[in-house]
Every structure is written in structure tokens, then in C-alpha cells.
């Protein structure tokens, strides 16, 4: 006997959440190794500082070709739920601006500039301080794996035996509880406060996208295709990176800092930084980040509509079988 009972349509911004979420998933799959290589290069000292090439064969002759993906599978977690929190909130602040405009009588539901980046710092703040703790334990395990090779490499030198053991690489779980463990709950908020400097990030990334984005439609009369749409995530998120970079490497180093060293703040870890290492040293790895930004944000942006639609599509056949149930 069919079901009278209504059938309540998914929230629209649980559509949006999960297939940004999706896409970040394809895209941080497809451009790790670029985030392994600019993580290590932020925390290493400037002497230690290797050209993009030679960095890769180093990682591979040492820890072959997996070394490149050190971490993944907390990268993948982190930002699938970092994605969802992000996409989530931006869409709920999305949907309430409009409500407001369409109740204020303005012609165009549009997001203005202000609008776009009030929805990116509240998204973006949310996103912060639920997920930060995710990106310390996967900062830790993309920077330790190659820790832990020079580790034994210099005890067996030092010891002349030659020998060099291999030490099982930390996992996910394992990183977690270390760092509980040693150094305590506190640690999983590190280098929160220059994320949330950061949230500029998404604010500038995603204003500069939607004012884009907007712009193609009013002049084209048409959506954005995702060959558009991958186009302008890659410039929004050339233009934000390149700004916000220093923050990038301060925040990475909080994340490896050791429970005994000195706490900085920002401002005293930017000041160190250009002091021992120069102004280059604020941008160490900017290379691999910036491509691996760029293409990261272009894959999600040309992604996220395509998997929007097809969940879009899958709402409504489950719907229209629940009906018929």
C-alpha cells in the first residue's frame, strides 16, 4: 500500500555540501604529491631548502613513490568534512541573503561583494575550528615520514654500523594519539589562529569566483559551463594564494612545532621567519602550492556543479521511489 506520508525534499544546502565535498576529494587526490612537496618545503630550514625537481627524486629514492602521498587518507578526510562544513554554511548564508533581498524588493537575488565575503568568513570561521585538529595530524604525518628516514639514516651513521632500518610509517590513528598522548589536547589547535588570518583565503577566492562568475552570466546569458567554471576557481584561487602565502608557512610550522619549543605568535613567527631566512623564506614552496592550489580549485569548481546536478537527479529518484513505497 503506497505511503500518504509527505516526503520532505533534502535541504538544498546538504546538496550543495556534499558535492563540494566530492569534488574536493577528486581534486586533493589528483594534485597530492603538490601538497606534500610545498608542506615539507614550508617547515624545512633554509638550508635544508631543495629545487622542485631534485625534492621529488629525494622523495622517491627514500621512500619511493608513496612517499609523495605521505598522509592522504587524513587529507581526504579532512577535506571532505572541511569541504561539507564550508559548503554548508556558505549556502545557508547564501539562501539567507537572498530571502532578505527578495523580501527587501531588490531586483537581483545576486550575492554583492559584501554579501559574498560575509558568507566566506562566516563559512570559512565555522570550517577553522571544526577541522583544524584534521590538517595538524595530517601536517604531522606529511612532514614526519621523511623525519623519521634522516632519523635512522643519521643513528646508524653516527653508531657506523652502515645500516639502515626502515621504521613503519606512522598511521592516521597513530599520529592522532602521539600527539594526544605527548603533547595533549591543546596541540590540535595549533596554528589555528593564522587559519582563521587564512579565512581571508576562501573570502577573496570565492568573492573574486561569484563576482566572476556572475559577470560571464549577465554578459553571456547563459550558466557557466565547467570548463568556465574551472577557469575562474583556477584565477580566484591564483589571486588568493599569492596574497595569503606567509600564513600558509606559518601555519604549517605551528603544526610540526614540538611540545617543548617556544610558542610564537603569528606575528613573532612571521617576524623569526624574515629575520633567519629573509623575505624569500615567507614564501618557501610557493611553487608546488600555488599549482597545486590552482588546479585543486579549478578541478573542485569544474567538479562541484556536475556532482550538485547528479545529486540533484538522485534526490529525485529516491524521492519518487519513497513515493511509490
Avoid: C
Amino acid at each position: 500500500m503506497a505511503s500518504t506520508k509527505p516526503v520532505v525534499p533534502q535541504n538544498d544546502n546538504v546538496a550543495h555540501a556534499l558535492a563540494g565535498a566530492g569534488g574536493g576529494v577528486i581534486s586533493m587526490v589528483l594534485t597530492y604529491p603538490l601538497i606534500t612537496l610545498s608542506t615539507r618545503a614550508q617547515v624545512e630550514s633554509k638550508r635544508a631548502e631543495t629545487a622542485f625537481l631534485a625534492a621529488v627524486r629525494q622523495i622517491v629514492a627514500r621512500e619511493g613513490v608513496s612517499g609523495l602521498y605521505a598522509g592522504l587518507d587524513s587529507a581526504v578526510f579532512g577535506i571532505s568534512v572541511t569541504n561539507f562544513v564550508y559548503y554548508y554554511w556558505y549556502e545557508w548564508t547564501r539562501g539567507f541573503f537572498e530571502a532578505a533581498a527578495a523580501r527587501a524588493g531588490r531586483p537581483s537575488k545576486k550575492l554583492t561583494t559584501v554579501e559574498a565575503m560575509i558568507a566566506g568568513a562566516l563559512a570559512g570561521s565555522a570550517t577553522v575550528i571544526l577541522t583544524n585538529p584534521i590538517w595538524v595530524v595530517n601536517t604531522r604525518m606529511t612532514t614526519r615520514r621523511g623525519q623519521i628516514e634522516d632519523e635512522v639514516k643519521s643513528e646508524a651513521a653516527a653508531s657506523g654500523t652502515g645500516a639502515e632500518k626502515k621504521d613503519k610509517q606512522p598511521t592516521t590513528l597513530g599520529t592522532l594519539m602521539a600527539l594526544l598522548r605527548d603533547e595533549g589536547p591543546q596541540a590540535l589547535f595549533r596554528g589555528v589562529v593564522p587559519a582563521l588570518v587564512l579565512v581571508i583565503n576562501p573570502i577573496l577566492q570565492y568573492t573574486l569566483f561569484e563576482q566572476m562568475k556572475n559577470a560571464y552570466e549577465r554578459r553571456r546569458r547563459h550558466n557557466v559551463t565547467p570548463a568556465i567554471a574551472f577557469v575562474l576557481g583556477a584565477i580566484g584561487k591564483l589571486f588568493a594564494t599569492s596574497i595569503t602565502y606567509p600564513y600558509i608557512t606559518v601555519k604549517s610550522q605551528m603544526h610540526v612545532a614540538g611540545d617543548g619549543e617556544r610558542r610564537e605568535g603569528v606575528t613573532q613567527a612571521l617576524r623569526r621567519v624574515v629575520r633567519e631566512e629573509g623575505y624569500a623564506g615567507l614564501y618557501k614552496g610557493i611553487g608546488p602550492k600555488v599549482t597545486q592550489s590552482v588546479l585543486t580549485a579549478a578541478f573542485l569548481f569544474a567538479f562541484k556543479d556536475v556532482l550538485y546536478e547528479q545529486t540533484i537527479k538522485l534526490r529525485g529518484t529516491l524521492a519518487k521511489r519513497a513515493v511509490k513505497a
